[in-house]
């Protein structure tokens, strides 16, 4: 996939993000959404070969319609400015632990882990955490991991949640109500030959973590 004319296309909808333009670019945007399928059914053979758990996706249960929904927003702004890709046990269902790759011009990412799960699938996380720390911490304390990704992402409580104690050494995991691991990648990084080995090396190096967490919310 010619991924410098999509981060074109996204450029110009984000400056004319309207039904009229839209609807003229219609078939450009149909070409691109094609070419963007077959780039994920390529993710879910690269990745499935490490994570068995995406190996029988369907690549069009993967992605995001490109309409926004604009019920509930004071931006009532038709279209998505970026293409996106969710790989997980059930596709693009939230609150399962996978692998998400977002293609927008100046704010291109790969994410891995589970964000904000549902309240009993947090309190499993932080247990998991609390009782196996060591191994936890071998995954995200892993010098390859921080030079790739940093620190986990996401909002955090002020306080220890409730039934910890404040000099629990893994308070700054439990704290967390997401659990992400993340690399931004400029424009010219996703235009690059290699931008999708890239890609397929940072889900990898995520593996480890969705793992674990996979493991402590009990995805069977």
């Given at each position: 996939?010619?991924?410098?004319?999509?981060?074109?296309?996204?450029?110009?909808?984000?400056?004319?993000?309207?039904?009229?333009?839209?609807?003229?670019?219609?078939?450009?945007?149909e070409s691109l959404?094609?070419?963007?399928?077959?780039?994920?059914?390529?993710?879910?053979k690269k990745v499935?070969?490490f994570d068995k758990?995406?190996?029988?996706?369907?690549?069009?249960?993967?992605?995001?319609?490109?309409?926004?929904?604009?019920?509930?927003?004071?931006?009532?702004?038709?279209?998505?400015?970026?293409?996106?890709?969710?790989?997980?046990?059930?596709?693009?269902?939230?609150?399962?632990?996978?692998?998400?790759?977002?293609?927008?011009?100046?704010?291109?990412?790969?994410?891995?882990?589970?964000?904000?799960?549902?309240?009993?699938?947090?309190?499993?996380?932080?247990?998991?955490?609390?009782?196996?720390?060591?191994?936890?911490?071998?995954?995200?304390?892993?010098?390859?991991?921080?030079?790739?990704?940093?620190?986990?992402?996401?909002?955090?409580?002020?306080?220890?949640?409730?039934?910890?104690?404040?000099?629990?050494?893994?308070?700054?995991?439990?704290?967390?109500?997401?659990?992400?691991?993340?690399?931004?990648?400029?424009?010219?990084?996703?235009?690059?030959?290699?931008?999708?080995?890239?890609?397929?090396?940072?889900?990898?190096?995520?593996?480890?973590?969705?793992?674990?967490?996979?493991?402590?919310?009990?995805?069977?």
């Amino acid at each position: 996939m010619v991924l410098k004319e999509l981060l074109s296309f996204l450029k110009e909808l984000k400056a004319n993000n309207e039904k009229a333009w839209f609807d003229a670019h219609k078939k450009q945007y149909e070409s691109l959404r094609k070419e963007w399928i077959l780039l994920v059914e390529q993710a879910i053979k690269k990745v499935g070969a490490f994570d068995k758990d995406v190996a029988l996706l369907e690549p069009k249960k993967c992605i995001f319609r490109i309409n926004r929904d604009i019920r509930f927003s004071k931006d009532k702004s038709p279209y998505k400015t970026n293409f996106g890709m969710s790989l997980s046990k059930i596709g693009k269902k939230d609150n399962f632990c996978g692998y998400y790759l977002h293609i927008e011009p100046e704010n291109s990412f790969v994410a891995g882990g589970v964000y904000m799960p549902m309240p009993d699938k947090l309190a499993a996380i932080r247990q998991e955490i609390d009782y196996n720390l060591d191994a936890f911490e071998s995954i995200v304390g892993k010098a390859d991991f921080k030079s790739s990704f940093g620190k986990l992402s996401g909002e955090s409580l002020q306080r220890p949640p409730k039934g910890y104690d404040i000099n629990n050494p893994a308070l700054p995991y439990l704290k967390l109500k997401s659990f992400i691991a993340e690399k931004k990648f400029s424009d010219k990084e996703v235009c690059a030959p290699d931008f999708t080995d890239q890609v397929y090396a940072s889900f990898k190096k995520m593996y480890p973590l969705t793992q674990f967490l996979s493991a402590a919310m009990h995805e069977d």
